[in-house]
Protein backbone atom coordinates (compact mmCIF):
# COMPACT_ATOMS: atom_id res chain seq x y z
CA UNK A 1 0.00 0.00 0.00
CA UNK A 2 1.33 3.55 -1.06
CA UNK A 3 0.58 6.21 1.26
CA UNK A 4 1.77 9.64 0.37
CA UNK A 5 4.79 11.94 2.45
CA UNK A 6 2.18 14.33 3.75
CA UNK A 7 -0.37 11.21 5.41
CA UNK A 8 0.49 10.96 8.96
CA UNK A 9 0.45 7.45 10.89
CA UNK A 10 -2.63 6.57 12.54
CA UNK A 11 -1.86 5.98 16.19
CA UNK A 12 -4.58 4.31 17.22
CA UNK A 13 -3.96 1.59 14.68
CA UNK A 14 -1.79 -1.27 15.04
CA UNK A 15 1.60 -1.36 14.06
CA UNK A 16 1.47 -4.70 12.57
CA UNK A 17 -1.14 -3.55 10.27
CA UNK A 18 1.16 -0.92 8.35
CA UNK A 19 3.13 -1.68 5.81
CA UNK A 20 5.79 -3.10 7.80
CA UNK A 21 6.05 0.03 9.94
CA UNK A 22 7.76 2.06 7.57
CA UNK A 23 5.66 4.34 4.70
CA UNK A 24 6.89 3.90 1.40
CA UNK A 25 7.92 7.11 -0.38
CA UNK A 26 6.67 8.52 -3.47
CA UNK A 27 6.32 6.12 -6.40
CA UNK A 28 8.25 8.16 -8.81
CA UNK A 29 9.82 5.73 -10.95
CA UNK A 30 8.43 4.39 -14.15
CA UNK A 31 5.83 1.60 -14.33
CA UNK A 32 7.37 -1.37 -15.90
CA UNK A 33 5.15 -4.18 -14.79
CA UNK A 34 4.23 -6.71 -17.04
CA UNK A 35 0.59 -8.69 -15.74
CA UNK A 36 0.69 -11.12 -17.95
CA UNK A 37 4.05 -12.36 -15.93
CA UNK A 38 2.71 -13.79 -12.50
CA UNK A 39 5.94 -13.49 -9.54
CA UNK A 40 7.42 -16.70 -8.70
CA UNK A 41 10.00 -17.18 -5.35
CA UNK A 42 11.57 -20.16 -8.55
CA UNK A 43 13.19 -17.73 -10.60
CA UNK A 44 15.79 -17.50 -7.61
CA UNK A 45 17.27 -21.21 -8.91
CA UNK A 46 21.20 -21.31 -8.38
CA UNK A 47 22.26 -21.50 -11.81
CA UNK A 48 26.17 -21.67 -12.95
CA UNK A 49 27.46 -19.77 -15.90
CA UNK A 50 24.50 -18.73 -17.38
CA UNK A 51 21.96 -15.74 -16.94
CA UNK A 52 18.70 -16.63 -15.23
CA UNK A 53 15.29 -15.55 -17.73
CA UNK A 54 13.25 -13.38 -15.59
CA UNK A 55 11.65 -11.41 -18.51
CA UNK A 56 11.33 -10.97 -21.99
CA UNK A 57 14.12 -12.07 -24.22
CA UNK A 58 15.07 -8.38 -23.97
CA UNK A 59 15.48 -8.68 -19.99
CA UNK A 60 17.86 -10.74 -18.71
CA UNK A 61 18.83 -10.60 -14.87
CA UNK A 62 21.32 -12.28 -12.74
CA UNK A 63 21.85 -11.88 -8.81
CA UNK A 64 25.49 -12.03 -7.44
CA UNK A 65 25.41 -12.53 -3.53
CA UNK A 66 28.56 -11.01 -1.77
CA UNK A 67 30.51 -12.03 0.96
CA UNK A 68 29.51 -11.19 4.30
CA UNK A 69 31.58 -10.19 7.45
CA UNK A 70 33.32 -6.95 6.07
CA UNK A 71 36.13 -8.61 5.00
CA UNK A 72 35.41 -9.03 1.64
CA UNK A 73 32.59 -7.18 0.67
CA UNK A 74 33.14 -4.16 -2.42
CA UNK A 75 30.35 -2.28 -1.68
CA UNK A 76 31.70 0.60 0.93
CA UNK A 77 35.13 1.82 0.32
CA UNK A 78 37.58 4.57 2.27
CA UNK A 79 37.11 7.75 1.11
CA UNK A 80 33.86 8.40 0.85
CA UNK A 81 31.68 11.14 1.62
CA UNK A 82 29.15 9.60 3.78
CA UNK A 83 29.64 8.50 7.12
CA UNK A 84 30.55 4.73 7.56
CA UNK A 85 29.12 2.00 10.14
CA UNK A 86 30.00 -1.36 10.99
CA UNK A 87 28.65 -3.53 13.71
CA UNK A 88 27.63 -6.95 14.52
CA UNK A 89 24.04 -7.76 14.06
CA UNK A 90 22.66 -9.74 17.24
CA UNK A 91 19.60 -10.44 15.48
CA UNK A 92 21.44 -12.02 12.20
CA UNK A 93 24.96 -12.82 13.34
CA UNK A 94 26.55 -11.28 10.37
CA UNK A 95 28.38 -8.46 9.71
CA UNK A 96 26.41 -5.17 8.92
CA UNK A 97 27.84 -2.37 7.43
CA UNK A 98 27.01 0.88 4.91
CA UNK A 99 27.14 4.57 4.68
CA UNK A 100 24.87 7.47 4.97
CA UNK A 101 22.77 8.30 8.04
CA UNK A 102 19.81 6.92 6.15
CA UNK A 103 21.21 3.49 5.76
CA UNK A 104 22.63 3.23 9.33
CA UNK A 105 19.03 4.62 10.93
CA UNK A 106 17.06 1.64 8.43
CA UNK A 107 19.91 -0.55 9.37
CA UNK A 108 19.15 0.11 13.40
CA UNK A 109 15.17 -0.28 12.98
CA UNK A 110 15.64 -3.47 11.17
CA UNK A 111 17.86 -4.61 14.05
CA UNK A 112 15.48 -3.73 16.81
CA UNK A 113 11.92 -4.45 15.09
CA UNK A 114 9.88 -7.04 16.36
CA UNK A 115 8.59 -6.61 12.75
CA UNK A 116 11.70 -7.34 10.86
CA UNK A 117 12.54 -11.05 11.27
CA UNK A 118 15.90 -10.74 8.80
CA UNK A 119 17.53 -8.46 6.98
CA UNK A 120 20.76 -7.55 5.56
CA UNK A 121 22.36 -4.26 4.52
CA UNK A 122 24.28 -4.39 1.00
CA UNK A 123 23.73 -8.48 0.39
CA UNK A 124 23.59 -8.16 -3.30
CA UNK A 125 24.58 -7.07 -6.74
CA UNK A 126 21.70 -7.52 -9.18
CA UNK A 127 22.99 -7.56 -12.59
CA UNK A 128 20.31 -6.13 -15.56
CA UNK A 129 20.89 -6.77 -19.41
CA UNK A 130 18.68 -4.19 -21.19
CA UNK A 131 18.87 -4.26 -24.69
CA UNK A 132 22.02 -5.56 -25.04
CA UNK A 133 23.61 -3.19 -22.28
CA UNK A 134 24.75 -4.86 -18.83
CA UNK A 135 24.17 -2.37 -15.83
CA UNK A 136 24.82 -3.03 -12.12
CA UNK A 137 22.68 -2.34 -8.81
CA UNK A 138 23.63 -2.85 -5.66
CA UNK A 139 20.75 -2.30 -3.26
CA UNK A 140 20.54 -0.99 0.17
CA UNK A 141 19.06 -3.23 2.00
CA UNK A 142 16.84 -6.31 2.28
CA UNK A 143 14.78 -7.22 4.95
CA UNK A 144 11.90 -10.11 5.86
CA UNK A 145 8.59 -8.82 7.88
CA UNK A 146 7.07 -11.60 10.31
CA UNK A 147 4.14 -11.95 7.59
CA UNK A 148 6.86 -13.68 4.93
CA UNK A 149 6.86 -10.29 2.93
CA UNK A 150 10.36 -9.50 1.58
CA UNK A 151 11.42 -5.67 0.50
CA UNK A 152 14.31 -4.82 -1.18
CA UNK A 153 15.02 -1.22 -0.28
CA UNK A 154 16.78 1.65 -1.71
CA UNK A 155 17.38 4.65 0.80
CA UNK A 156 17.47 8.09 -0.40
CA UNK A 157 17.39 11.57 1.37
CA UNK A 158 14.79 12.95 -1.06
CA UNK A 159 13.05 12.96 -4.07
CA UNK A 160 15.94 15.63 -5.15
CA UNK A 161 18.16 11.95 -5.25
CA UNK A 162 15.89 10.40 -8.03
CA UNK A 163 16.28 13.28 -10.26
CA UNK A 164 18.38 11.16 -13.20
CA UNK A 165 16.19 9.60 -15.60
CA UNK A 166 18.33 6.96 -16.50
CA UNK A 167 18.63 6.12 -12.73
CA UNK A 168 14.55 5.76 -12.58
CA UNK A 169 14.83 3.82 -15.42
CA UNK A 170 17.36 1.55 -14.01
CA UNK A 171 15.44 1.25 -10.39
CA UNK A 172 12.13 0.44 -12.36
CA UNK A 173 13.83 -2.33 -13.95
CA UNK A 174 15.22 -3.70 -10.72
CA UNK A 175 12.01 -3.46 -9.08
CA UNK A 176 10.18 -5.52 -12.12
CA UNK A 177 13.22 -8.03 -11.21
CA UNK A 178 12.51 -8.47 -7.95
CA UNK A 179 8.52 -8.69 -8.85
CA UNK A 180 9.09 -11.79 -10.59
CA UNK A 181 11.13 -13.04 -7.54
CA UNK A 182 8.05 -12.16 -5.45
CA UNK A 183 9.51 -9.79 -3.68
CA UNK A 184 8.51 -5.78 -3.29
CA UNK A 185 10.88 -2.91 -4.16
CA UNK A 186 11.04 0.60 -2.31
CA UNK A 187 12.66 3.45 -2.04
CA UNK A 188 12.47 5.15 1.20
CA UNK A 189 13.16 8.65 2.27
CA UNK A 190 15.08 9.93 5.21
CA UNK A 191 11.07 11.15 6.45
CA UNK A 192 9.55 7.43 5.78
CA UNK A 193 12.64 6.15 7.75
CA UNK A 194 12.40 8.56 10.70
CA UNK A 195 9.21 8.31 10.87
CA UNK A 196 6.55 11.04 11.69
CA UNK A 197 7.31 14.14 13.25
CA UNK A 198 5.71 14.92 16.66
CA UNK A 199 2.15 16.77 16.05
CA UNK A 200 2.81 20.50 16.89
CA UNK A 201 6.45 20.67 16.58
CA UNK A 202 8.09 19.95 13.42
CA UNK A 203 11.84 20.57 14.08
CA UNK A 204 11.85 17.57 16.91
CA UNK A 205 13.38 14.42 16.71
CA UNK A 206 10.65 12.14 15.87
CA UNK A 207 10.06 9.55 18.75
CA UNK A 208 10.87 6.60 15.94
CA UNK A 209 14.64 7.32 16.22
CA UNK A 210 14.55 8.07 19.94
CA UNK A 211 13.02 4.82 20.55
CA UNK A 212 14.87 2.77 17.98
CA UNK A 213 18.31 4.57 19.59
CA UNK A 214 17.28 3.33 23.10
CA UNK A 215 16.60 -0.57 22.03
CA UNK A 216 19.62 -0.57 19.98
CA UNK A 217 21.44 0.50 22.78
CA UNK A 218 19.98 -2.43 25.31
CA UNK A 219 20.35 -5.12 22.28
CA UNK A 220 23.02 -6.83 23.82
CA UNK A 221 22.30 -6.63 27.66
CA UNK A 222 22.33 -9.94 29.76
CA UNK A 223 19.81 -11.30 31.41
CA UNK A 224 20.10 -12.94 34.78
CA UNK A 225 18.28 -16.01 36.00
CA UNK A 226 14.66 -14.15 37.34
CA UNK A 227 14.95 -11.74 34.63
CA UNK A 228 14.77 -14.54 32.30
CA UNK A 229 11.95 -16.54 34.04
CA UNK A 230 9.95 -13.27 34.21
CA UNK A 231 10.59 -12.90 30.54
CA UNK A 232 9.75 -16.41 29.51
CA UNK A 233 6.36 -16.92 31.41
CA UNK A 234 5.64 -13.29 30.22
CA UNK A 235 6.29 -14.60 26.71
CA UNK A 236 4.29 -18.20 27.49
CA UNK A 237 1.23 -16.31 28.85
CA UNK A 238 0.98 -14.02 25.27
CA UNK A 239 -1.83 -11.68 27.27
CA UNK A 240 -0.78 -7.96 26.90
CA UNK A 241 0.08 -5.86 29.45
CA UNK A 242 1.76 -2.24 30.26
CA UNK A 243 5.49 -1.50 30.86
CA UNK A 244 4.98 -0.53 34.57
CA UNK A 245 3.51 -3.64 35.31
CA UNK A 246 5.94 -5.56 34.00
CA UNK A 247 9.07 -3.39 34.98
CA UNK A 248 7.96 -4.42 38.66
CA UNK A 249 8.14 -7.80 38.40
CA UNK A 250 11.34 -7.81 36.58
CA UNK A 251 13.36 -5.02 39.08
CA UNK A 252 10.79 -4.01 41.81
CA UNK A 253 13.49 -1.62 43.50
CA UNK A 254 15.31 -0.22 40.49
CA UNK A 255 12.90 1.22 37.56
CA UNK A 256 16.04 1.46 35.56
CA UNK A 257 17.27 -1.45 35.13
CA UNK A 258 13.47 -2.64 34.74
CA UNK A 259 13.61 -0.18 31.78
CA UNK A 260 16.20 -1.63 30.20
CA UNK A 261 15.38 -5.05 30.49
CA UNK A 262 12.08 -4.38 28.75
CA UNK A 263 13.91 -2.61 26.22
CA UNK A 264 16.19 -5.68 25.72
CA UNK A 265 13.30 -8.15 25.05
CA UNK A 266 11.83 -5.49 22.76
CA UNK A 267 14.99 -5.62 20.71
CA UNK A 268 15.12 -9.26 20.74
CA UNK A 269 11.50 -9.68 19.44
CA UNK A 270 10.30 -11.11 22.58
CA UNK A 271 8.05 -8.09 23.00
CA UNK A 272 6.16 -5.82 20.87
CA UNK A 273 5.26 -1.96 20.94
CA UNK A 274 4.55 0.74 18.48
CA UNK A 275 7.89 2.22 18.09
CA UNK A 276 6.40 5.83 16.74
CA UNK A 277 5.13 6.34 20.01
CA UNK A 278 6.95 7.74 22.80
CA UNK A 279 7.53 4.97 25.60
CA UNK A 280 5.69 5.68 29.01
CA UNK A 281 4.89 3.59 32.30
CA UNK A 282 1.48 3.15 30.43
CA UNK A 283 2.85 1.85 27.17
CA UNK A 284 1.19 -1.19 26.15
CA UNK A 285 3.72 -4.16 25.24
CA UNK A 286 2.36 -7.53 23.43
CA UNK A 287 4.29 -10.57 23.86
CA UNK A 288 5.93 -12.37 20.81
CA UNK A 289 7.07 -15.75 20.22
CA UNK A 290 10.58 -15.74 18.22
CA UNK A 291 10.70 -16.59 14.61
CA UNK A 292 11.56 -19.73 13.95
CA UNK A 293 10.63 -20.09 9.63
CA UNK A 294 13.12 -20.31 7.19
CA UNK A 295 14.99 -17.42 5.96
CA UNK A 296 13.71 -16.31 2.59
CA UNK A 297 16.35 -13.47 2.02
CA UNK A 298 19.55 -16.33 2.58
CA UNK A 299 20.37 -17.13 -0.91
Known amino acids: MKLHLNDRADRRASPWTRAGGIRPAINTLPIRTDPARRPSPRRLRRVANRWLPVGHSNLLARIVVLRHGGHERPVITRGSKHRRFRYLSTKTGTMQLGEGKGEQWLANFNEVSAEVVDYECHPWEIHVTRDGRVQRYRPDAVRQLVDGTIELIEAKRDENDLGDPEYRELLAVVAEVARLCGWVFQVLHLDDICGPKPFGNPRALPERLRNVDALFGNRTLELDRHENRIAGRTV ?64
Open 236 to 299: ARGEPLVWRELRDQLAPSDPLQGDAVIERLLAGGLLHTDLDVRFTPRTVLTPCRPFTGESGIRL
